[in-house]
């Protein structure tokens, strides 16, 4: 980043504060301020990590973020083929639900009813009984269809997109209740998380204290959502999902991930 305007203007603030200084100085008095009522100075900001790239040329202005799920659905068939989108996609609130999906990734848990894309169809697939069971690795094969589409997804559309839309992708993180963060620096932070997803040699061992089942391994269940959706798509789907996401990556930061 080039630092000259910041040298221009902290030049600026000294030199109008060392005037005013000479001016009280030269009539004898200078000013008091009560110690009581100085106002303290704001909280700093956040300092923002990984800035997106300004647009290189002239752009379509963008539609307010309510309005926002046509030009949106329209991008990605662009970027996804139209059957993809039609057959993933859930078609409301497409930004907002991309970015709470997006912010609860390295959570415990992501909110079913926000998800952006509908669920992988089939049963979850595991072998053996509620006490001792593993992972049955064809339960891999429900998501292959979309990972397939994953696979041949041109990452660089992918990121034109989503730096057009990305004042509306602030603003909708801006109205979760971060009024001073910045989305892509969150995004970066969970593919990262998403990227330090480990990969168990032999069958993962499951549980099942409930309805649901749950990783045996009390270290692969207190992982984030994210890894452990990662795990549940077998060790290729998974492959395929990081490669893409390290180009991403690679775009909105103009930086490889860190090494591990």
Do not use: C, W
């Not at 329209?74 to 139209?82: F, P, S, Y």
């Not at 892509?184 to 998380?193: A, E, P």
């Amino acid at each position: 980043m080039d630092n000259k305007p910041i040298i221009v203007i902290a030049a600026v603030v000294a030199v109008a504060g060392l005037a005013i200084a000479y001016y009280f100085h030269s009539r004898g008095t200078l000013p008091r301020v009560p110690v009581a009522t100085q106002p303290s100075a704001p909280p700093a900001e956040p300092a923002i990590e990984h800035p997106v790239p300004s647009p290189s040329g002239p752009t379509e202005p963008l539609p307010a973020l309510g309005d926002s799920d046509p030009a949106m659905k329209d991008a990605l068939a662009g970027v996804l083929g139209n059957d993809a989108v039609m057959q993933y996609l859930i078609p409301e609130s497409i930004i907002r639900h991309i970015v709470v999906t997006v912010d609860n990734l390295p959570r415990e848990k992501v909110p079913f009813a926000k998800r952006p894309i509908v669920a992988t169809p089939g049963p979850f697939l595991a072998n053996g009984d509620e006490l001792h069971s593993t992972l049955d690795p064809k339960n891999f094969a429900r998501y292959e269809p979309m990972v397939s589409v994953v696979r041949k997804l041109d990452v660089q559309r992918v990121a034109q997109v989503y730096l057009h839309f990305y004042p509306l992708f602030q603003g909708a993180y801006q109205d979760l209740g971060y009024p001073a963060g910045y989305f892509n620096d969150r995004l970066v932070q969970v593919i990262d998380s998403l990227l330090a997803t480990p990969q168990p040699g032999g069958a993962i061992e499951l549980t099942r204290p409930n309805v649901m089942y749950v990783f045996a391994d009390p270290k692969l269940e207190g992982r984030p959502a994210g890894q452990k959706l990662l795990l549940r798509m077998g060790p290729d789907n998974a492959a395929v999902i990081k490669a893409k996401l390290t180009e991403l990556r690679a775009i909105i930061t103009a930086a490889p991930p860190p090494k591990r």
